[in-house]
């Protein structure tokens, strides 16, 4: 079986379960030099997530245009350079979903690709008021992210888990927070681009996700703004901080 060395390293590194065919195994060993995976068939109660950070780069805009009830809303579709690095991993229970431990991960290069990818901005303005409100705009922009991959399938017809988001609460060039929801494949398949003309609908989706779930958490939960697959262990979120911008993304 011939995997992409990204998709290896998420869920094939070192001491990794992994599940083929309805039965489970243990990650022995990766060769990396040899591109060879040493499983074991075993019986275990936990699985484990792999934790990584991940960079973007715009290499290339193809289309750009401006939405919101205000139009102040800058909004792109183009080439992007990811980077991922994994760094560790944890292992949680089958049956509690509790997190048992957390190991870190050696000598594994850094992962790069390029794809496709939405990207905007959000306005001054917005962060302002956000802040001025309380909220944490890295948790707020993150819960946003997560909330958008989460409704994707319903416009895209796709596993949630073939996209992949990043939010940076300070883009160097634009001096704005910059929330990118991207192809998690290298070359693209064209998911983030249907995502791109379907943006507005997207965070309106986004917003009745968040809006509509009765957990009481600061930080939400599973049926809403967390993700299984964050490499950043959900944290930070800022449910009610998603809540405020999305209505102002959205003209509410």
């Known amino acids: 079986m011939i995997e992409d060395q990204s998709f290896v390293f998420r869920d094939l590194h070192p001491g990794a379960v992994y599940l083929f065919e309805t039965e489970t195994y243990t990650v022995q060993e990766l060769d990396i030099q040899e591109k060879l995976v040493f499983i074991k068939k075993s019986d275990v109660d936990y699985y484990t997530q792999s934790l990584k950070h991940t960079e973007i780069t715009p290499l290339e805009v193809v289309y750009n245009k ?76 993150h819960a946003i992210e997560h909330a958008m991959i989460a409704m994707a399938p ?43 003309f379907n943006l507005h609908e997207l965070l309106k989706m986004a917003y009745t996700l968040i809006n509509t779930c009765t957990c009481k958490q600061p930080d939400g939960c599973p049926g809403c703004i967390m993700s299984s697959r964050c490499g950043n262990l959900n944290d930070p979120l800022d449910k009610k901080g998603a809540q405020f911008l999305l209505e102002k993304l959205i003209g509410i």
């Open 154 to 196: 319903a416009l895209a017809q796709i596993s949630r888990w073939d996209l992949g988001g990043v939010s940076i609460d300070f883009d160097p060039v634009k001096q704005q927070p910059v929330i990118y929801i991207y192809d998690a494949y290298r070359g693209g398949i064209g998911i983030s681009e249907l995502l791109y």
């Open 66 to 141: 401006n939405i919101g009830k205000m139009n102040n809303i800058e909004s792109f579709y183009g080439k992007v350079k990811v980077q991922h690095d994994y760094y560790g991993y944890k292992v949680l229970d089958t049956y509690t979903q509790e997190i048992r431990s957390r190991h870190p991960l050696e000598d594994i290069p850094i992962v790069n690709f390029e794809s496709y990818s939405l990207w905007f901005n959000v306005p001054f303005d917005y962060q302002k008021e956000l802040e001025l409100n309380g909220y944490d705009l890295g948790g707020t922009i």
